[in-house]
Nanobody, 124 residues
Framework: QVQLVESGGGLVPAGGSLRLSCTAS????????MGWFRQAPGKEREYAAV????????YYADSVKGRFTISRDDAKNTVYLQMNSLKPEDTAVYYC?????????????????WGQGTQVTVSS
């Protein structure tokens, strides 16, 4: 059974930092590209950051570029999202996802497995 379990969300003041973690089980993690997506209330899910299966490439949404960093540790089957300089508009449920069809993708439909999400709330 495949599981992706996110952790690290919470309430933080604007300008603060959080690090999200997502640990996978039931898949050969090193073969999967991984992504962090987010969904704010009343809005569609959007991608925030993705990393290729071998960690060699990363993509960031313009809204988070320069503030967020995605990384992976294949020995721990874990992908991270370091979020700095947080803004109230970063408030959302953050989901990690795993896909295997390509080297990397920012498209929701390319991901095979999803976590349950972790809430991030940034106060102004």
């Amino acid at each position: 059974q495949v599981q992706l379990v996110e952790s690290g969300g919470g309430l933080v003041p604007a300008g603060g930092s959080l690090r999200l973690s997502c640990t996978a089980s039931g898949i050969t993690f090193r073969r999967y590209f991984m992504g962090w997506f987010r969904q704010a209330p009343g809005k569609e899910r959007e991608y925030a950051a993705v990393v290729s299966w071998n960690g060699g490439r990363t993509y960031y949404a313009d809204s988070v570029k320069g503030r967020f960093t995605i990384s992976r540790d294949d020995a721990k089957n874990t992908v991270y999202l370091q979020m700095n300089s947080l803004k109230p508009e970063d408030t959302a449920v953050y989901y990690c996802a795993a896909g295997a069809t390509y080297d990397i993708s920012s498209r929701i439909r390319d991901y095979d497995y999803w976590g349950q999400g972790t809430q991030v709330t940034v106060s102004s």
